[in-house]
Structures are given as C-alpha cells and as structure tokens.
C-alpha cells in the first residue's frame, strides 16, 4: 500500500508541474509546447504544431507515416509528402533533442512515427485522462478525499476544449474530453458539499454553468448551498433563474428533482 501510494504521488507529481517534465505538449486550450515548464516559440497553426498534435492524440500508439501524411499534407504529392514529414521530424530532433540530452523526440521505426514517452515526453490530454482514471479508482475504493484531489488535479490542466480538429478523430476526443472536464467539476462540487465546503462547491458549480448552463445538477447544488448558508432567498431567486436559463435555452422546464428541491426550500428548508 505504502509503494502504490508513493507511486501515486509521483505520477501526480509528474503531471501536475510542468517542471517535472523535460517536454510537454499541450493542446487543452492553446496549443503550446513546454521545454521544463518554459513555453518554445514555434509557428501558431503550422506543421510543426499539426504534426506534434496528431502523435499526441495517438500517444502510446504507432502511427502510419502515410497517415502522418495525410494529416498535415493533405492535398500533397504522396512522395513529396514522405520527404517532407522526414524533413520535419528531423528540425524537430534539432530543436527539442538537446532538451531530451539527445534523444529524439519523435521515433521513426519501420514506416510508424511515435512520441518518445520513455525520455520523458508528456502531453496533457494524457495527464488528464490518467489523473480522471485515477480518481475513479480511488472513488470505487471509497477514498472521497483522494478521489476529489485526482479531480481537482486534472481539472487545473484542462485550459480550454481541446485546441486541434485535423480529423473525425480529433473532433470526436474533443467532445469527449469536454464531457468529462463537465463531470469532474460536477464531482468536485458534490464532493465540496459534502463535506460543508459551500463557497468551493459555489465556485466549482459556477464553473460548470459557465461551460453548460443547463446541467440542472449544478443548479441544485447551488440552490443548496444557498440554503444551507443560511441564504433561503437566494436559493429561491436562482431556481427562477435556472427556470429561464432552460426555458430560453432549450424551452423546457426544469427537471423534477429540481422542482421538488424548489418546494423543499419553500416549506422545509431546514431538512436540506
């Protein structure tokens, strides 16, 4: 226990300072590229930044240099395309290999490219993911606490929706990974509510209703927290709030937990 803990702290260490890792690529809000937590200026929008964001979406994976190809040269002659992603694999090693104390960056192996993850190359998406996975680990055990840390950890590195759609495949991971960024923070709250922690459940509901103004499980939680902050008034005023938010959004009424939750705080806001 004691050796699964410590690795625990490691990994979350790794993933949560950008110091710890001698190259990170990023790509949850802007893209940047990190040499020991200092941002490397390359072109915005350029191949480089194509290239780099599409191993990164295949991190752990092998990815065809014919696909490679296809992605950041598109409309290219298919030899002339081959040339040029050596080209670019190769000033890539240039600029990033003396961070790696040599290594490459990117491996080149039988026709496949991959990011070189045993040197220490980190992306955010992939920190995100493990630090969620994590969590839910630690909530099927019981662990709330740590659980709720995992969350927290991950939602500080989500800086926006992912910020590359090359592909179906890349439109498909944003998507993903915004639904689960909106389940992290719903899981935060309710964790903060339940343990009395009402303005950390206010701020963290309010995040969600600013991504997704109609998750009524937010709308709850800080009708709630109103409530048991003593602000009975206030948590009457924002169901009516949250009445307009779906009847303008999507024009339908609220839920019937929502209202039932409604009628609570008028009759017996002392049971809540």
């Given at each position: 226990?004691?050796?699964e803990?410590t690795?625990?702290q490691a990994?979350?260490?790794?993933?949560?300072?950008?110091?710890?890792a001698?190259?990170?690529?990023?790509?949850?809000?802007?893209?940047?590229?990190l040499?020991a937590?200092?941002?490397i200026?390359i072109?915005?929008?350029?191949k480089?930044?194509?290239?780099l964001?599409?191993?990164?979406?295949?991190y752990g994976?092998?990815?065809?240099?014919?696909?490679?190809q296809?992605?950041?040269w598109p409309s290219?002659?298919?030899?002339l395309?081959?040339?040029?992603?050596?080209?670019l694999?190769y000033?890539?090693?240039?600029?990033?290999?003396?961070?790696?104390?040599g290594?490459p960056?990117?491996l080149h192996?039988d026709?496949y490219?991959r990011?070189n993850s045993e040197?220490?190359v980190?992306?955010d998406?992939?920190?995100?993911?493990t630090?969620?996975r994590a969590?839910?680990?630690?909530?099927?055990?019981g662990?709330?606490?740590t659980?709720a840390?995992?969350?927290t950890h991950?939602i500080?590195l989500y800086r926006?929706?992912?910020c590359?759609a090359l592909?179906m495949h890349?439109?498909?991971?944003?998507?993903?990974?915004?639904v689960r960024?909106?389940?992290?923070?719903?899981r935060?709250?309710?964790?903060?509510f339940s343990?009395g922690?009402y303005?950390?459940c206010?701020d963290y509901?309010?995040?969600l209703?600013r991504?997704d103004?109609?998750?009524?499980?937010a709308?709850?939680?800080?009708?709630q927290?109103?409530?048991?902050s003593?602000?009975?008034?206030?948590?009457?005023?924002?169901?009516h709030?949250?009445?307009?938010?779906?009847?303008?959004?999507?024009?339908v009424v609220?839920?019937?937990?929502?209202t039932?939750?409604?009628?609570?705080i008028q009759?017996d806001?002392e049971s809540i």
């Open positions: 226990m004691m050796q803990q690795t625990k990994i979350d260490s790794r993933f949560t300072d950008e110091a710890c001698p190259i990170q690529i990023c790509m949850l809000g802007n893209f940047r590229l040499r937590g200092h941002a200026a072109r915005s929008g350029g480089t930044e194509a290239f964001c599409h191993l990164g979406l295949q994976r092998r990815v065809p240099s014919e696909q490679l296809e992605v950041v290219s002659d298919p030899a395309a081959h040339n040029s992603l050596n080209t694999a000033n890539v090693h240039k600029l990033l290999g003396p961070s790696l104390n290594v960056l990117v192996e026709g490219y990011l040197a220490g980190i992306v998406v992939v920190c995100f993911d630090l969620a969590g839910d680990q630690h909530l099927q055990h662990d709330s606490l659980a840390q995992s969350y991950a500080g926006g929706d992912l590359v592909d890349a439109v498909v991971e944003r998507e993903r990974l915004r960024y909106l389940s992290l923070l719903s935060v709250a309710s964790y903060a343990v922690n303005p950390e206010l509901a309010w995040r209703l991504q103004p109609c998750r009524e499980d709308h709850r939680l800080i009708m927290c109103h409530v048991r003593g602000e009975r008034t206030a948590a009457l005023r924002h169901y709030h949250c009445e307009a938010v779906l009847r303008g959004e999507l024009g609220p839920e019937r937990a929502t039932a939750l409604f009628e609570q009759h806001p």
